[in-house]
């Protein structure tokens, strides 16, 4: 269950980028969140993020990232409006509460606090895509001929937690095959049946640190200057990615400058869409930022085109 929530390779289109257009790609997206205010922006990157998702197969694993996602959403929806007091509409008078006082409820507070989760959901899911979308030791690659101790310690650290959910896996498996129950017992029972679960996992990640070392040993690591070996190229897939994210952050500039993409809730809400310039805006962003989506359903019903990137 917990492999989903880590990189598979899966030979799918979107996973074949070069890692540094998916950082741009991705960090284009995580901007844009953090500085659009207007809740049809922010509700049109999420719907374009599920279609990502969907398309490099991960929507098992998003869905483990929504539930935690919308139980912080549900928290920000009840502490927001009890806490700003700034909306005009009130919708319920409640009572006074020490430290707080009068608990005046508005509608201009809850629909801050939706908008306010929709962000939420949508920066989960932005990591989400990452987790699903490019594999870490590549991206790691990318800055091992600058810092190549460092890059070394982050690749051990951020493999050592999804390697230890395997071996726990493995190991439950090989127990349960013994005879070993682990959903049956008293609670000290079943504490120590986990208990020799564990000894065996901790006795598994020495060994398998131990094996690190003597490879690292067998390389040579640290006897002097080390060489980078790297077979990541810039495709056009690429150069129309990075084309894409940059004039879809252009356009969000441009249209953030004149007010296409803000949104103010207090004292009172604004209209959703004031004009159909809001519409052109959005529209304009989501197509570039469509551009990998749209390749990969050109890459797999289209012969000429997959020659071509």
């Given at each position: 269950?917990?492999?989903?929530?880590?990189?598979?390779?899966?030979?799918?289109?979107?996973?074949?980028?070069?890692?540094?257009?998916?950082?741009?790609?991705?960090?284009v997206?995580?901007?844009?969140s953090?500085?659009?205010?207007?809740?049809?922006?922010?509700?049109?990157l999420?719907?374009?993020?599920?279609?990502?998702?969907?398309?490099?197969?991960g929507?098992?694993?998003?869905?483990?990232f929504?539930?935690a996602?919308v139980?912080?959403?549900?928290?920000?929806?009840?502490?927001?409006?009890?806490?700003i007091?700034a909306?005009k509409?009130?919708?319920?008078?409640?009572?006074?509460v020490?430290?707080?006082?009068?608990?005046?409820?508005?509608?201009?507070?809850?629909?801050?606090?939706?908008?306010?989760?929709?962000r939420l959901?949508?920066?989960?899911?932005?990591?989400?895509?990452?987790?699903?979308?490019?594999?870490?030791?590549?991206?790691?690659?990318?800055?091992?001929?600058?810092?190549?101790?460092?890059?070394?310690?982050?690749?051990?650290a951020?493999?050592?937690?999804?390697t230890?959910?395997r071996?726990?896996?493995?190991i439950?498996?090989?127990?349960q095959?013994?005879?070993v129950?682990f959903?049956?017992?008293?609670?000290?029972?079943?504490?120590?049946?986990?208990?020799?679960?564990?000894?065996?996992?901790?006795?598994?990640?020495?060994?398998?640190?131990m094996?690190?070392?003597?490879?690292?040993q067998?390389?040579?690591?640290?006897?002097g200057?080390?060489?980078?070996?790297?077979?990541?190229?810039?495709r056009?897939r690429?150069?129309?990615?990075?084309?894409?994210?940059?004039?879809?952050?252009?356009?969000?500039?441009?249209?953030?400058?004149?007010?296409y993409?803000?949104?103010?809730?207090y004292?009172?809400?604004?209209?959703?869409i004031?004009?159909?310039?809001?519409?052109a805006?959005?529209?304009?962003?989501?197509?570039?930022?469509?551009?990998p989506?749209?390749?990969?359903?050109?890459?797999?019903?289209?012969?000429?085109?997959?020659?071509?990137?």
């Amino acid at each position: 269950m917990f492999d989903r929530l880590f990189y598979r390779e899966k030979g799918l289109f979107l996973q074949s980028f070069h890692p540094a257009t998916v950082l741009v790609y991705l960090l284009v997206l995580l901007i844009l969140s953090l500085i659009y205010d207007h809740p049809l922006y922010l509700l049109a990157l999420f719907l374009l993020l599920a279609l990502l998702i969907r398309e490099v197969d991960g929507l098992d694993a998003w869905e483990g990232f929504l539930k935690a996602g919308v139980f912080l959403m549900l928290v920000v929806m009840m502490v927001n409006p009890l806490v700003i007091r700034a909306g005009k509409t009130i919708i319920w008078h409640g009572p006074a509460v020490p430290f707080l006082g009068k608990l005046d409820i508005s509608m201009e507070a809850l629909y801050f606090g939706a908008a306010s989760s929709l962000r939420l959901l949508v920066i989960i899911s932005i990591f989400c895509l990452y987790n699903l979308m490019i594999n870490p030791d590549r991206v790691l690659n990318l800055f091992s001929r600058i810092a190549g101790k460092s890059v070394l310690v982050m690749t051990l650290a951020t493999r050592l937690f999804p390697t230890m959910v395997r071996d726990l896996q493995r190991i439950r498996e090989v127990q349960q095959l013994r005879g070993v129950d682990f959903d049956t017992g008293s609670l000290w029972q079943r504490a120590k049946k986990y208990s020799g679960l564990y000894n065996v996992l901790l006795l598994s990640s020495l060994e398998g640190a131990m094996e690190i070392a003597e490879s690292m040993q067998a390389r040579a690591f640290g006897s002097g200057r080390r060489s980078v070996y790297s077979r990541n190229i810039l495709r056009p897939r690429d150069l129309f990615c990075l084309g894409g994210s940059l004039l879809a952050l252009l356009a969000a500039v441009w249209g953030l400058r004149y007010g296409y993409g803000r949104y103010s809730f207090y004292p009172e809400a604004d209209f959703l869409i004031k004009n159909g310039t809001t519409l052109a805006v959005l529209f304009i962003v989501l197509f570039y930022l469509s551009v990998p989506l749209i390749l990969s359903k050109g890459w797999k019903h289209c012969r000429f085109l997959k020659s071509k990137i």
